[in-house]
């Protein structure tokens, strides 16, 4: 008698919700060192994802990936922060300023380890300043 769970089929890997539009779930034959400057890209502020960026995109496609990722991450981020500052003036800022602050933290810990894991990770709240 056949198993009726086991088709014959091989399991389909799990899907990253935020991978980018036809991606792969996940990237096996990008180098260590390749993923660790793409987790960079994602933990250092704007500088770091500006530097890794503009040096490293030549050579890897994945690492292109998130570092554009990255960067409209932080541009937005910067937006936000300053969005609030200026709110401040009629209070709405003193409760934006700590949710755009753990927001940026919490999200940027998320990309930094899907890059790590070689998941194409793609932020909800980003806007798409570079292509």
């Known amino acids: 008698m056949s198993d009726p769970y086991n088709s014959g089929i091989p399991p389909v890997p799990p899907q990253n919700p935020y991978a980018a539009p036809g991606s792969a779930p996940v990237e096996t034959n990008v180098p260590v060192e390749t993923k660790i400057l793409a987790m960079l890209c994602h933990f250092i502020m704007i500088l770091g994802p500006i530097i890794i960026w503009s040096t490293g995109n030549r050579n890897s496609a ?30 709405i800022g003193a409760v934006l300023l700590p949710i755009v602050g753990l927001g940026a933290v919490v999200f940027s810990i998320i990309g930094g380890v899907s890059a790590l894991e070689g998941n194409y990770y793609r932020y909800p709240f980003a806007f798409r300043f570079i292509k």
């Open 62 to 91: 994945y690492l292109d990936y998130h570092g554009k990722e990255a960067l409209n991450f932080q541009i937005t981020v910067a937006i936000a922060y300053l969005i609030s500052l200026i709110l401040m003036i009629i209070a």
